[in-house]
């Protein structure tokens, strides 16, 4: 029956736009949780669009007012680890390029600092990275964490934890191999770089 | 007479310089882990996303309200 109605669309509804207007808001923090989470640009753009129209078409579902930003990463997460299970050969494919980059990277004219902390997270188990992520960079409580990653506050305080300090030891000792480069340089340039930011910040 | 045995938190004298330095460490790479995420939220969002979802919004108008 509705294949008939004419050209000219209804208007939306109230609750869609302002549920629209809200969606339009958390796409770059969906796009940064996806990139934290694949590692690569173009996936993670994808992994994004999927995920905003999941959030899209279950609007119905969602409360005003609630923490949408919390339930849009929720979404997300979900989306990325169901299509992960479809393709995990690729996955692993992945994690093998992603070790010999660990290696090849060497370029002398990159931004170290921030390679270096990337290339750092990506030797981290996934669980305790998507935790750190959540909290230390996106702004979310532990409980609100725990909300996304569908486990208890405590554990996500724990694979915070056991993540910075598993972080902080690889940057120390440059837990890969980058040629030429004494051991603790990555976490020297990682805090020369943060007094920078930091002093930028206060201002 | 301050207080020796203060919760964990603050005083250096506790733990000493190593943990004092640790946990600049920590700031250091949590400053820089905000900073990491940060730069992908400030890029400018793909014209793809906004199209997607405006075909999306259209297409639920034209199925019209249940």
């Given at each position: 029956?509705?294949a ?7 208007p ?5 736009k ?5 969606l ?24 994004a ?8 078409d ?34 692993q ?44 960079a ?28 598993a ?30 930011l ?6 | 007479?301050?207080d020796?045995?203060?919760?964990p ?49 259209e ?8």
């Open positions: 029956m509705t008939t109605s004419p050209a000219t669309p209804k939306p509804s109230a609750d869609d302002a549920f629209k207007a809200e339009v808001t958390l796409i770059p923090h969906l796009r940064a949780f996806a990139r934290t989470l694949t590692g690569d640009p173009t996936a993670a753009d994808d992994l669009q999927d995920a905003m129209m999941k959030a899209w279950a609007r119905a579902s969602y409360q005003m007012g609630t923490n949408m930003k919390a339930w849009t990463f929720m979404i997300l997460r979900n989306q990325f680890y169901s299509e992960k299970r479809r393709s995990w050969r690729q996955s494919l992945d994690q093998e390029a992603a070790e010999r980059t660990l290696v090849a990277v060497d370029d002398p004219e990159s931004p170290v600092a921030l390679d270096e902390l990337r290339l750092a997270l990506k030797t981290l188990p996934e669980e305790q990275r998507e935790a750190l992520i959540l909290v230390g996106g702004g979310f409580a532990y409980e609100e964490a725990a909300e996304i990653c569908n486990c208890a506050v405590g554990t996500v305080k724990s694979r915070v934890s056991r993540a910075r300090k972080l902080q030891a690889t940057l120390e000792k440059g837990g890969y191999a980058r040629d030429g480069r004494a051991a603790g340089d990555a976490m020297r340039s990682i805090l020369a770089a943060a007094d920078r930091s002093s930028v910040r206060q201002d | 007479m301050t020796q045995t203060s919760p938190g603050k005083g250096a004298s506790e733990g000493g310089p190593g943990l004092e330095e640790a946990r600049l460490r920590q700031q250091a790479i949590g400053v820089k882990l905000r900073h990491m995420f940060d730069q992908v939220v400030n890029e400018p969002v793909p014209d793809e996303f906004l199209d997607i979802l405006r075909r999306a919004d297409g639920a108008a034209k199925k019209g309200g249940a």
